[in-house]
């Protein structure tokens, strides 16, 4: 997930004056009169019991009845400063380098020379996949939320309302498939989001790929970058279609302190909680898990500027809020637990680093600044520093005998370094990009895929430490084990061999060329595609395979994720196209990598990239590519 040039640059400053930070910020809950403070809780033999009352807050959203939630101590939605621009309009994309009080954009990208950077054949490549998978979708699928490739026939795992389709549109406006784009325009316009059969929705993934892939949409072909010759209808349709869905969602805030629950109900517009239980005491907690729950604050302040409600923005800020003042201090600053008590706001396990579960809280921290500069995103900002600091600190591992190899330690419940990553965990590589074992942390990832049969690489792993001892005393008498770490660095654990079509590495591969312009990284992504195209696809798409170290994957899983065609696909071609479309310093890209316009002047219809004319339905095949 992008990180800024400028912005690392800060990471690695602080690095080398590492002595000058204060853990937590001094004055982090004073400096803003504004910024809300978790509530005093004490913790007995019994559940934890808060110490505070206050009155609800009422807020309203448009369309959507009346309803409360309480409030932290400080906090008021009305004395938070002005965003940045201006948003009490509503009229398109604010940032169009137009208007006169937006910053200068920040360069972030490599300079490379006009006409260089870009493979088109590659590009046509990947476009070639993106059009085979979608073609399978649309016909086996089309209006289901995801294909099953197996059986060919489509599945509704995802509330019925057509996923692969929403999370699909930007790649496809981005690849200038017109054709494509009108048919997902056609049905989007259609989706009645205010309602499903399929029970509570799950708030988090509903957001970043519905709510965001319709945003990044609306804002690409607002953009005046790319073609836009569609019903005017059909493309305000997008934002409305955000605005409905996010106007639902926005009830699972109603929790007392504003954290959000894990699903809502739609038909009573009720959260419904998550629930965590303590092993050493046997007490239950409802519970937000803090991706979950960290993971609206830049789509939701994108919509608050799209729309001119700041609703969105202050429900996301609200949450935030206890994430950055954690409490119970992490065991490493800036590395917080996986889950949240939503009743006190306190944090309830240890198990932080930068891996599933908390991983997009932390991306978006940074994502967020980039996206403005505000007071409270500096200080989203500051806090990612002491994460970052602390990742290169205490969880950036080199496995025995392999002291040039980096991997990032996730830590269990109770803060201990488990000697373990997961593929999510791999989108730090473009997270941390300017910190001195930064490339270190994206070459571990890829040393997952080039060193296995398939070249893919697998769900999660583990590793030897400097003492050649693993996490689980049961991995030191593992002679397979042992024996692919001696010659790899690294083994995999039964039952973690699967390759599920995530993003996060070549994601990483992305920001590292699109940043350093080093051809290495493309040449890796390259061959990760290479690798995907030739162990998932089938003949009715691509799938997830079962084990990355039997030949051809094993055997096949029935599933192709809408993330396919969002991420893996998308990422893949912004390496070998033009680097001048959808360039770092104009776009942020949300955690399923739909692209919105940065905050800034020169955000939106200004450089290159744009494109326009007919369809790019048909590319050629892969033989004889480079």
Known sequence: MAIPLLYLSLFAASIAAEDSVTYPPAAWSTSIGWWPTPPFVTESSGPIVPHYSTPPVTTSLSGVPEYTYTSPPGYSGTTAPTPFPNTTGSAGPSSTGVNSTLPACKPIQYDFPAGSGGNAERAAAIVEAYLYGWEAYAKHAFGKDELQPLNASGVNDWYGWGVTIVDAIDTAIIM????????????????????????????????????????????????????????????????????????????????????????????????????????????????????????????????????????????????????????????????????????????????????????????????????????????????????????????????????????????????????????????????????????????????????????????????????????????????????????????????DEGWASRPEPTESLFYAYRITGDARWAEYAWQNFLAINETARNPNGFATVNNVNEPFGGSMTNALDSFFFAEVTKYLYLVFSDPSLIDLSRWVFNTEAHPFLVQCSGGGGVGGGGVSGTSNSTAASLTGYP
């Open 176 to 495: 200038n498939l017109t054709d494509v784009v009108a048919q997902q325009l056609a049905f989007i316009q259609k989706i009645d989001f205010t309602t499903t059969t399929y029970g509570p929705v799950e708030i988090f993934d509903v957001s970043i790929r519905y709510v965001g892939g319709l945003i990044s949409a609306y804002d690409l072909l607002k953009s005046g970058q790319f073609f836009d010759d569609y019903p005017q209808g059909q493309i305000d349709a997008l934002l409305s279609q955000a605005v409905s869905l996010a106007d639902k969602i926005a009830f699972g805030f109603n929790s007392p302190t504003g954290l959000s629950s894990t699903d809502v109900n739609f038909t009573s517009n009720e959260p419904v909680f998550g629930t965590y239980t303590i092993a050493a005491t046997n007490v239950t907690y409802n519970s937000t898990n803090t991706a979950s729950t960290g993971t609206f604050i830049l789509d939701w302040s994108r919509l608050s500027d799209l729309t001119g409600n700041q609703t969105y923005r202050q429900l996301s800020e609200r949450a935030e809020s206890y994430l950055v003042n954690p409490s119970p201090a992490p065991v490493y600053p800036g590395l917080v637990g996986t889950q949240f008590d939503v009743d006190t706001g306190r944090m309830l396990t240890f198990d932080g680093g930068f891996e599933a579960g908390v991983d997009s809280f932390l991306e978006y921290l940074i994502k967020t600044y980039q996206y403005e500069e505000t007071a409270t995103t500096t200080q989203y900002k500051d806090f990612w520093l002491q994460a970052a600091q602390s990742a290169m600190k205490y969880i950036a591992l080199h496995p025995y005998g392999f002291p040039d190899l980096t991997f990032l330690s996730e830590l269990d419940v109770n803060g201990t370094i488990a000697l373990t990553e997961d593929d999510f965990t791999c989108f730090a590589g473009g997270n941390f990009l300017l910190g001195a074992k930064l490339l270190a942390v994206t070459d571990g990832c890829h040393q997952t895929y080039n060193t296995t049969l398939t070249g893919l690489g697998p769900i999660q792993w583990s590793w030897y430490n400097a003492s050649n001892q693993a996490y689980d005393p049961r991995d030191d008498n593992d002679t397979p084990e042992r024996k692919f770490a001696a010659k790899y660095g690294y083994f995999i654990p039964d039952g």
